[in-house]
């Protein structure tokens, strides 16, 4: 009979009680082979003498156990990265993490510090009610889901309207509380800007606080104190429209399309008349519009079902027939 055989239920009970106390994750086949072992041996220097070992006190290999139990918990914390919290859902340029180029697609963790090139851009999905745009020649932390650190240049936040996302961008010259839904971030020489696109926003900026919406900006100088100003043909997210979601629209809707493009905008699309509405409906669009500004890639995928959109500086987009 082997040692192994003569390992009996009851240890095997109380080497399991003590293995359920690892964190979960991806265990190192190694690492718990190494904890086994180590345990096996210190089992067998406690067998007694009848059965060829010295004496030892029945609890000794237990101690052993809990030893190894402990050493493969702390291997396991330090080899579980940190849980994600977004995803690089686009990248233009040079978009690097620790000096590493990211591409489209990678895993975006807690405490990742992000720097973008001069002329490029990144697009991050934190959900499907949350994603961010990053300008070129910033520097960001994603602290966590609810928290991004901007150290320099320009981010473009969006949310899903009526959406529940608490989220804070926080800054050397003050915190950007997330209340509505679309706003940019700009932080340079240690001043900060905020203009809202659509909702608004609630800044903290030491013993001063403001809360501004659409059309509004806010901006903290030097000093600490808060100066508001209405947004005019200025309005500092032209940049933000070349980091768009990634659309197929090929097989899909008309309909389906514009509810990208209103995503994407934070515009109201409505329709001329019930007719055009079952148009939209039942058009099905073919070919590739990605990565074109939304607003050229409804002027091509409306003209390409006979419709045509009526864009306004404000107020909601109407889609109607065609005029030829």
Known sequence: MTDREKWGEADEARLAQLMRRVPRGAADPAARARVFEAV??????????SQGRPASKPARWLAAASVAVAALAGLLWWQSPPAQVATLERAQGVVAEAGQSLAAGAPLRRGASLVTAAGSG????YSPDLSLRIDAGSRVTLTDAGNLRLDAGRILVAATPGAEIPFVVHTDAGDVRHVGTRYVVSVSDGELDV??????IQLDAGSHAARARAGEALHVGAAGAIVRRELGG????????????PISIEGKTFAAFLRWYASETGRDVRFADAATRARAQGAILHGSVDGLPPSQ????????????????????????????
Do not use: F
């Open 234 to 245: 200025d309005a500092p997210w032209g940049w933000a429209d070349k980091l768009v979601s």
């Open 195 to 200: 203009a809202v696109r659509d909702g608004a």
């Open 297 to 324: 890639a409804l002027a091509i995928v409306a003209a390409s079902v006979d419709l045509e959109a009526v864009v306004p500086a404000q107020g909601p987009v109407v889609i109607g027939p065609a005029h030829r």
């Open 122 to 125: 990144a697009l991050l999905r």
């Open 40 to 49: 096996h041996a210190e089992w067998r220097r406690s067998l007694p003498p």
